[in-house]
């Protein structure tokens, strides 16, 4: 990883912090929930996030497009897109999961490359569930993953729980570990750098 692309964006090495959180803008539940893009900002001001993933498998390109000019416009905080690569000339870096690095490619050092082609030098994020994924990620020029799920959510439908194994499994990752699902905001989950936080940003 290069360490500047975090300390450009964030102003510290997410290695040497814990548990920040990391907000995830997910369109369909404000929509659910009837939560506008400025309480969601209200909510990530007050609990001091430190990165904005929008993901959206609802709204046409053009949407959101605008929806990311308005985040990017409303706050300092990096904005990721996950999964949709066209859009990461809005923001400042892009989230994939595993079935998306196979879908352009089997090699995945191979696909990082091509990635980091269109992306350059933002961040880029990887989904991991288990130990060999984490070891296959730690050749890679990540700036952190997802490890999950932590616990159940109500957003994903969750086949494996890591539940407290999720602190050797992020022990074992060379790249900051973003802990998914079923985390609450204030959690301590040892060897975690970012608690990632949907829906009970709104509990």
Do not use: W
């Amino acid at each position: 990883m290069n360490k500047n692309r975090f300390e450009e964006l964030l102003g510290f090495n997410p290695k040497s912090s814990s548990n920040e959180l990391y907000a995830l803008c997910d369109f369909q539940t404000l929509k659910n929930k009837n939560i506008s893009f400025e309480r969601f900002l209200e909510l990530c001001e007050k609990f001091d996030a430190k990165i904005i993933q929008y993901r959206d498998k609802l709204s046409n390109y053009q949407t959101k497009k605008e929806n990311l000019f308005y985040l990017r416009s409303k706050t300092n905080i990096p904005i990721i897109i996950n999964d949709e690569i066209d859009l990461v000339q809005y923001c400042d870096g892009l989230h994939l999961g595993q079935e998306d690095f196979d879908k352009i490619n089997s090699n995945k050092q191979l696909v990082v490359k091509l990635i980091r082609k269109k992306i350059g030098n933002k961040l880029l994020g990887l989904s991991t569930h288990n130990e060999k994924e984490i070891l296959e990620a730690n050749n890679l020029d990540l700036d952190m993953i997802g490890l999950g799920a932590y616990r159940t959510t109500t957003t994903k439908d969750v086949s494996v729980m890591l539940g407290n194994k999720i602190s050797y499994l992020a022990k074992i990752s060379k790249h900051p570990v973003c802990a998914i699902g079923g985390v609450k905001i204030t959690e301590l989950i040892a060897n975690i750098s970012f608690n990632v936080v949907g829906s009970r940003l709104y509990d």
